[in-house]
Nanobody
Framework: QVQLVESGGGLVQAGGSLRLSCAAS????????MGWFRRAPGKERDFVAA????????YYADSVKGRFTISRDNAKNTVYLQMNSLKPEDAAIYYC????????????????WGQGTQVTVSS
């Protein structure tokens, strides 16, 4: 099991940027593939991005491709989500999640989750 704590959310104007961080503790962080998901009010939890344990491969939802970048620093036990050109529809609670398997877009495949960080985008 790994404990995850997200940070970096906040209020930003449309077109602005934020960088989310997810700090991990517990078992060896580098063994886990990591993902970012988000849940907007009244909507399902959606996949945003994922990264392999090594950081060698990344995956993105079509809605964020070209604007968001997922990365990780295994020495710091942290995964990041750089969000640029933010749109009002990006507003949501963002969650990071860990899986011992391969990164996937399916939330049920992840076994550990953080508490989330709120991102608000004003138009």
């Amino acid at each position: 099991q790994v404990q995850l704590v997200e940070s970096g959310g906040g209020l930003v104007q449309a077109g602005g940027s934020l960088r989310l961080s997810c700090a991990a503790s517990g078992r060896t962080f580098s063994r886990y593939a990591m993902g970012w998901f988000r849940r907007a009010p009244g909507k399902e939890r959606d996949f945003v991005a994922a990264i392999t344990w090594s950081g060698g491969s990344t995956y993105y939802a079509d809605s964020v491709k070209g604007r968001f970048t997922i990365s990780r620093d295994n020495a710091k036990n942290t995964v990041y989500l750089q969000m640029n050109s933010l749109k009002p529809e990006d507003a949501a609670i963002y969650y990071c999640a860990a899986t011992v398997g391969s990164p996937t877009t399916v939330a049920l495949s992840y076994h550990d989750w953080g508490q989330g960080t709120q991102v608000t985008v004003s138009s």
